[in-house]
Nanobody, 124 residues
Framework: QVQLVESGGGLVQAGGSLRLSCVASEHTLESYAVGWFRQAPGKEREFVAATKWSGSIIYYADSVKGRFTISRDNALNTVYLKMDSLKPEDSAVYYC?????????????????WGQGTQVTVSS
């Protein structure tokens, strides 16, 4: 059982930055793909970024490309999401997810393990 814990959310002004962390406890993330998703009130959960175990394959949603960076430290069992140039429309609960998948990493239904989420609020 993979347990994921997100942290690093908070309130930031537009144009600011945050770094989210997703730590896996009780289980290594070796071989797991990890994705970040977000959900704003009244909206569907949407894909943000994802990386395969090796970090050699990375995907971003068009809305965050060039502003967000996903990275992982496998030795620490941690995946990060660095968010720069934040906009009010980035406000949402951000979730990390993991699973043993090699394709369709943008699809939230492919992930079986989820964290509890961390709130990001960007003020204008």
């Amino acid at each position: 059982q993979v347990q994921l814990v997100e942290s690093g959310g908070g309130l930031v002004q537009a144009g600011g930055s945050l770094r989210l962390s997703c730590v896996a406890s009780e289980h290594t993330l070796e071989s797991y793909a990890v994705g970040w998703f977000r959900q704003a009130p009244g909206k569907e959960r949407e894909f943000v970024a994802a990386t395969k175990w090796s970090g050699s394959i990375i995907y971003y949603a068009d809305s965050v490309k060039g502003r967000f960076t996903i990275s992982r430290d496998n030795a620490l069992n941690t995946v990060y999401l660095k968010m720069d140039s934040l906009k009010p429309e980035d406000s949402a609960v951000y979730y990390c997810a993991a699973d043993l998948i090699n394709y369709d990493l943008r699809n939230p239904h492919k992930y079986g393990f989820w964290g509890q989420g961390t709130q990001v609020t960007v003020s204008s």
